[in-house]
T-cell receptor, first 113, second 115 residues
Framework: GDSVTQMEGPVTLSEEAFLTINCTYT??????LFWYVQYPGEGLQLLLK?????DKGSNKGFEATYRKETTSFHLEKGSVQVSDSAVYFC????????????FGSGTKLNVKP | ETGVTQTPRHLVMGMTNKKSLKCEQH?????MYWYKQSAKKPLELMFV???????ENNSVPSRFSPECPNSSHLFLHLHTLQPEDSALYLC??????????????FGPGTRLTVT
């Protein structure tokens, strides 16, 4: 079945450091891929998405490229800020089944000043 | 109101109580979802409603009873819960069948504590 695996955290970085959070997936069809972010005490917010191979999603300085050959969708940011501290979830959707989502386990990011 | 709203934001209940969680989406979507988020565990999909019909029930105990009276509202009725049911309950909505705009939009969640 479909699944998502993302790197375990927590990830601790200093402000302005480069961020990579790895995400790989297994899917039988042609899913869309997503990154969601969850700040403390809040629900999940869509950060970015990509709907087909080689698409790059980007938002707020974060980027991720849909790599079909490596079944990956790694999240990157060139210079993190303290305000980026949150939990990040990688996900894929199965559009043929009521948009059922498969989420990774989440990676907590701590950014220190 | 915009997006997906959930009430209450916090709920403390005893094991013999009956309570309900409410979710409302203002996005015109046709599918709604309940998730359970527990500490140190992956997000668990509980129920899916599409066009007001329940299409997925992931082996959820019968002490959780969902209701979807229309495409904008979703309830989760709770009774005789256990302490291990304490978690953040998230509601989400999406538009099914649009061939692209398939992201789910989440509410802020209800933090449930069972004593």
């Amino acid at each position: 079945g479909d699944s998502v695996t993302q790197m375990e955290g927590p990830v601790t970085l200093s402000e302005e450091a480069f961020l990579t959070i790895n995400c790989t997936y297994t899917a039988t069809g042609y899913p869309s891929l997503f990154w969601y972010v969850q700040y403390p005490g809040e629900g999940l917010q869509l950060l970015l998405k990509a709907t087909k191979a080689d698409d790059k999603g980007s938002n707020k300085g974060f980027e991720a490229t849909y790599r079909k050959e490596t079944t990956s969708f790694h999240l990157e940011k060139g210079s993190v800020q303290v305000s980026d501290s949150a939990v990040y979830f990688c996900a894929l959707s199965d559009p043929g089944y009521f948009n059922k989502f498969y989420f990774g386990s989440g990676t907590k990011l701590n950014v220190k000043p | 109101e915009t997006g997906v709203t959930q009430t209450p934001r916090h709920l403390v209940m005893g094991m013999t109580n009956k309570k309900s969680l409410k979710c409302e989406q203002h996005l015109g979507h046709n599918a709604m979802y309940w998730y359970k988020q527990s500490a140190k565990k992956p997000l668990e999909l509980m129920f899916v409603y599409s066009l007001e019909e329940r299409v997925e029930n992931n082996s959820v105990p019968s002490r959780f009873s969902p209701e979807c009276p229309n495409s904008s509202h979703l309830f989760l009725h709770l009774h005789t819960l256990q302490p291990e049911d304490s978690a953040l309950y998230l509601c989400a909505s999406s538009q099914v069948g649009t061939g692209g705009n398939d992201e789910q939009y989440f509410g802020p969640g209800t933090r449930l504590t069972v004593t």
